[in-house]
């Protein structure tokens, strides 16, 4: 791994070491030692450092992780010890932290199943991918992946992992990796007890033959028993009480709540105990759903391993670990990443609205002298006088003051001093609502801000990226943060956060 080079010495923060220079080398990545697999560790090290992968190394590493996923049914039947992982969401710092000995266990000793939501919302989605499936290709005995509801071309368009993939890669790259997602398995039977599924039950899942009788091989569909496995919640109530068995979620805008009712009679009619999958964010990265009493076993359990998610959400992460029969949580805190500009724009492209902001109101300043209304005050006239005797314009701007024919003029200027407030205004706009103004123009059909949206400011941008917010509703329950999970008293261990930290305050 060659390090970027340095022949001047004049990085300014010499602590922090230089990423790569180029890509992986085919013969590090895919060693002849492993026999054509790839060297997972090195990976890890490179794409931690920001290293990157070259695309054909990356479509070799894709093809032969797909083989393996054809070859798996849409159940898995899985026995413990077994570490169960929830959302990552694109966190690649997190998961190394996931992956550590601590927490969800070492690789090479560890099974693992990770209940889908690979990407999205973090800005490390690809490198995610990358390593996982080369973890996957070394142990493909142990290692197992569900499709998450991201794992779909609607949302990764939508959201940020296509932008990823064109950033840093190619359209191509982003198709190839979507037809992937098509493979994967849809849920998995964990010690003949439970049922792992990403999002939950469904009114057509009557018994497990019925997941085995889907096409999972494309996009999901908006209704049915493939989509309600991707999307469906639990109900959020202490009782787990609905009006009838099942109520449409229209926060998700798509398939159904669920409650007690409906997982008790699915649960008693394939002789399981409990359901656990993932899809919602969680304050302690999990949530015990005991609808029926206190003291049995939780009829859902919710977990999440995507840490201070969104890096606003300071919540903790958590997987699960099965082992002779014993459930354990294992909670973690999130680790501090490389910071990347929105959008995975470049330093030029950021900073051009707030430099031409700059420039903008120092025109606004120096033509406000030729207007005598009311926004004088806010003029240094003083710098506006010296500035003018230097480039020889005092006398023009004395007879232009004087009237006579100079009416004509005053009026240029005035409509000078408008144009460029309104610039001014824009430029404004372009700085402080970036992200905004980018979300929009995503939104719309031809890429283009609908006419007048700049000038009329804040509110506007916000009122229009409300009529483009169906997709975004779709998928609103992780960005809302659900109340604090029930820490459990019985039957299952909750260990400490890794690194130390407090164990969270019990209710």
């Known amino acids: 791994m060659d390090i970027l080079k340095d022949p001047t010495n004049d990085r300014q923060v010499k602590t922090l070491k230089p990423p790569p220079h180029r890509p992986l080398s085919k013969n590090l990545m895919f060693p002849d030692k492993l026999k054509n697999k790839p060297d997972w560790k090195l990976l890890k090290d490179h ?49 190394l932290k996931l992956l550590e000995p601590k927490v969800g266990g ?14 999205d919302r973090g800005s490390y989605s690809i490198e995610v991918v990358i390593l996982l ?16 509801n991201h794992e779909c071309r609607q949302l990764t368009a939508f959201f940020n992992f296509k932008d990823e993939c064109l950033y840093k890669y190619d359209q191509e790259t982003y198709e190839m990796l979507m037809d992937s997602f098509d493979l994967f398995p849809l849920a998995c039977i964990i010690n003949s007890k439970f049922i792992a599924i990403h999002g939950g039950i469904s009114p057509d899942l009557k018994s497990i033959e019925d997941i085995k009788k889907l096409d999972r091989y494309h996009e999901p569909p908006r209704s049915g028993l493939f989509c309600d496995l991707l999307w ?13 068995q099942w109520k449409s979620n229209e926060v998700r805008g798509c398939s159904w709540f669920f409650g007690n009712d409906a997982s008790m009679k699915f649960l008693q009619r394939n002789s399981l105990i409990s359901i656990i999958r993932a899809h919602e964010a969680q304050l302690d990265g999990y949530k015990m759903h005991r609808w029926n009493g206190g003291q049995d076993f939780p009829v859902v359990i919710t977990i999440f391993s995507a840490p201070n998610y969104c890096d606003v959400y300071n919540n903790r992460g958590a997987v699960i670990k099965f082992e002779n029969n014993t459930l354990n949580i294992q909670q973690f805190q999130y680790t501090p990443h490389p910071y990347l500009l929105p959008n995975f724009m470049d330093i030029f492209t950021w900073s051009i609205p707030f430099v031409a902001e700059k420039i903008t109101e120092m025109l606004y300043n120096l033509i406000q002298a030729g207007d005598q209304g009311d926004d004088d005050d806010d003029v240094n006239q ?24 100079t009416g004509k003029s005053t009026e240029k200027l005035k409509n000078k001093l408008k144009f460029v407030a309104t610039m001014m205004k824009l430029q404004k706009t372009l700085r402080e609502e970036s992200e905004s103004v980018m979300k ?16 009329a400011g804040k509110t506007a941008i916000s009122d229009a990226l409300a009529d483009f917010n169906v997709a975004k509703n779709a998928d609103i329950v992780n960005e809302k943060m659900p109340s604090q999970a029930q820490v459990p008293q019985q039957s299952i261990a909750i260990k400490k956060p890794s690194n130390n930290t407090q164990q969270p305050k019990k209710k």
């Open 382 to 405: 003083e710098d506006i006088e010296q500035f003018k005797q230097m480039t020889g314009q005092n006398k023009q701007f004395n007879k232009q003051q004087s009237g006579g024919s």
């Open 440 to 455: 929009l123009k995503g939104a719309c059909p031809d890429k283009r801000l609908p006419k007048g949206i700049l000038s």
């Open 133 to 148: 499936y080369a973890i996957k290709i070394n142990y493909p005995n142990t290692i197992y992946f569900l499709r998450g």
């Open 106 to 119: 070492n690789p090479e000793t560890t099974k693992y199943l990770f209940l889908g939501d690979f990407v």
């Open 47 to 95: 794409l931690q450092r920001e290293g990157r992968v070259a695309k054909e190394e990356l479509f070799k590493l894709v093809a032969d992780c797909n083989k393996l996923l054809k070859n798996e049914g849409n159940v898995l039947y899985l026995q413990d010890p077994l570490t169960v992982v929830g959302d990552i969401h694109g966190q690649y710092y997190d998961l």
């Open 232 to 244: 469906s919640d639990p109900v959020d109530h202490d009782q787990g009480n609905l009006d009838g």
